[in-house]
């Protein structure tokens, strides 16, 4: 730790790190199982459309 900092002071990297686990925890206890499988198939969708709009543009 660099002895400019002061303590109990974090840096920008371990806040984000720290919001993440503690965002990611919540939004499992809120939301349940459904919300993932939803949110992954409406990915996975999303990824299908771009690749056959890619294929299309390489036709032309």
């Keep these: 730790m660099s002895d400019e900092r002061k ?3 974090m ?3 371990e806040a984000g790190r720290m919001g ?3 965002g990611g ?3 499992a206890e809120t939301h349940g199982r459904e919300f993932y499988e939803e949110i992954g ?3 996975g969708q ?3 459309k771009l690749i056959e709009e ?6 032309e």
């Design 41 to 43: 198939h409406k990915g």
């Design 46 to 48: 999303k990824v299908r």
């Design 54 to 59: 890619g294929k299309q543009h390489e036709e």
């Design 7 to 9: 303590k109990g002071q």
């Design 25 to 27: 925890r919540r939004t």
């Design 11 to 13: 840096s920008v990297e």
């Design 20 to 22: 993440g686990q503690k």
